[in-house]
Every structure is written in C-alpha cells, then in structure tokens.
C-alpha cells in the first residue's frame, strides 16, 4: 500500500527584503532590478529604525522608487518588502498590518470589507452573562428587584418543587441551562434544590424533561439529552454528562 504524500501548502511570500537602504537604488538599480523584477506585494518605509509607512504595489520596484519624488520624500531612508505569490489577498494583507502598526505616514486607515466588528457581539454576550448572574442572586428582576420579589420567587419555587427533582443538587448555587429547537433558543434557571423555571415566562417545572416538554409541546422526551449548561470553559455540554459522571 503506497503511503500517501504529505501534502505541502504553498506559501503566500515568495521573497522578501527588510531593511535596505534607500540609496541602493541609485548605486545598485540594475541589481534591485532585476532581483524584485515585476513582483506584487506590500512594502514598508522606515525612518531611523521607526516604521513611517506601509503600502501595496503591482510594481514594488517601482512604487518604492517613485516615493524617492512624492510627498514621502525625505521622510524614510530604509525599506523592507514582501513579494506575495497571488493578489487576491494582498488588499487584505496590507489594510490589516495598517490596522495594527497605524503608521504616521498612512492617512487612510486599512478597511477590512468583508470582516464583522464582533464589538456588538461582545457586548451582547457580557450583557447576557451579566444579566445570568444578577438572575442567579436576585431572582428574575431588571436589577430593581427588593428583598420581597427575591422571597416571592423562592416561595414559587418551594411551592413548584413538590415531588422528584432530579436535578437537585446538581447546581448548588443555581446555574443557566439552553436549549435550540426549531432554529430558535431557549434558556431556564435551575435553581440549587433543582426547580426548572423557564426564562422569561417564570413557568417552574420539576424535571429537564417537563421543562423541554414545555418548549417542544412533545407529549414524551429526554430533558437530559435537551438542556445544556456552560463549563467552565464556556463550552455548552448536556446535563446528561452530569448524570453520568455521578454514575
């Protein structure tokens, strides 16, 4: 049996200078020349070892040569470049390290197109976990909730907590669990003595599997392969492996 070959993935820079003096191009231009050739890629201009600049060019010899006259005149006095195999990311590539160097002489800063700011996403899930823990200490209120709701919401739970809870004990302090179905999520609060209360319609339930009957409106179902709790990695596991670790 033939082993197969490992396969090698190309790479994106195919050569690279860093570092040169921009005098090279008036001692050595043939040698610089014939060296770089036609070769795409981005490039970066130094002043005194201080990064000034970065840029992309389908001409690098002739984009660094040409900032010897422009506006950058006098400004950098070494180059570094990176000759890249393909242009279809070169864009991409230039804006990112423009992103994260904000260079003097950049004035535009580098545009990621097609790239999501996750900045609203981050935002969202600390508001929800922020949102969890005030639930799990004060009950079900907006963060107004007085010591009477706190009582209230206990005193729902004791009185929904008649019969098996086989979630007692599994979370002492009280613990979130989540659920998807149909495309859409759902969330409850297991509270220590292992009261389900569906969130936020306040419904309690004594059982993962009443409390998913409750959501997927099935006359039978496996509440323990339906509810999922976060790990201490934030990883969404069923409450199933609790069961089974406790043997």
Same mark, same amino acid.
């Given at each position: 049996?033939?082993?197969?070959?490992?396969?090698?993935?190309? /790479?994106?820079?195919?050569g690279?200078?860093?570092? +040169? !003096?921009?005098?090279?191009?008036?001692?050595?231009?043939?040698?610089?020349?014939?060296?770089?050739?036609?070769?795409?890629?981005?490039?970066?201009?130094?002043?005194?070892?201080?990064?000034?600049?970065?840029?992309?060019?389908?001409?690098?010899?002739?984009?660094?040569?040409?900032?010897?006259?422009?506006?950058?005149?006098?400004?950098?006095?070494?180059? !570094?470049?990176?000759?890249?195999?393909?242009?279809?990311?070169?864009?991409?590539?230039?804006?990112?390290?423009?992103? +994260?160097?904000?260079p003097?002489?950049?004035?535009?800063?580098?545009?990621?197109?097609?790239s999501?700011n996750?900045?609203?996403?981050?935002?969202?899930?600390?508001?929800?976990?922020?949102?969890?823990?005030?639930?799990?200490?004060?009950?079900?209120?907006?963060?107004?909730?007085?010591?009477?709701?706190?009582?209230?919401g206990?005193?729902?739970?004791?009185?929904?907590?008649?019969?098996?809870?086989? #979630?007692?004990?599994?979370? /002492?302090?009280?613990?979130?669990?989540?659920?998807?179905?149909? @495309?859409?999520?759902?969330?409850?609060?297991v509270y220590?003595?292992?009261?389900?209360?569906? +969130? /936020? !319609?306040?419904? #309690?339930?004594?059982? /993962?599997?009443?409390? @998913? +009957?409750?959501?997927?409106?099935?006359?039978?179902?496996? @509440?323990?392969?339906?509810?999922?709790?976060?790990?201490?990695? @934030?990883?969404?596991?069923?409450?199933?492996?609790?069961?089974?670790?406790?043997g």
């Amino acid at each position: 049996m033939r082993k197969k070959k490992k396969r090698v993935s190309r /790479p994106i820079v195919v050569g690279h200078l860093e570092k +040169i !003096s921009s005098r090279i191009f008036e001692r050595y231009p043939e040698q610089v020349t014939g060296l770089i050739e036609q070769g795409q890629g981005v490039y970066a201009l130094y002043r005194r070892e201080k990064l000034y600049y970065i840029g992309l060019a389908s001409d690098l010899r002739g984009r660094i040569k040409w900032h010897l006259k422009d506006r950058h005149k006098g400004k950098w006095d070494r180059f !570094s470049l990176y000759i890249i195999r393909k242009t279809e990311h070169i864009r991409e590539v230039e804006s990112l390290l423009v992103r +994260i160097a904000e260079p003097k002489g950049n004035r535009v800063r580098g545009r990621l197109g097609r790239s999501k700011n996750l900045v609203r996403k981050l935002g969202a899930a600390i508001k929800e976990r922020q949102r969890e823990e005030r639930i799990g200490m004060l009950g079900d209120g907006k963060g107004k909730a007085t010591r009477k709701k706190v009582k209230k919401g206990r005193k729902r739970a004791r009185k929904a907590a008649k019969g098996a809870r086989p #979630l007692k004990g599994y979370f /002492p302090k009280g613990k979130m669990i989540y659920t998807s179905y149909k @495309g859409k999520d759902y969330k409850a609060w297991v509270y220590g003595g292992g009261t389900i209360k569906i +969130i /936020p !319609s306040g419904k #309690l339930f004594n059982s /993962p599997s009443m409390a @998913g +009957i409750s959501v997927t409106k099935k006359k039978t179902m496996n @509440g323990w392969r339906f509810w999922k709790y976060k790990d201490k990695n @934030g990883e969404l596991i069923y409450i199933d492996q609790l069961r089974k670790k406790r043997g």
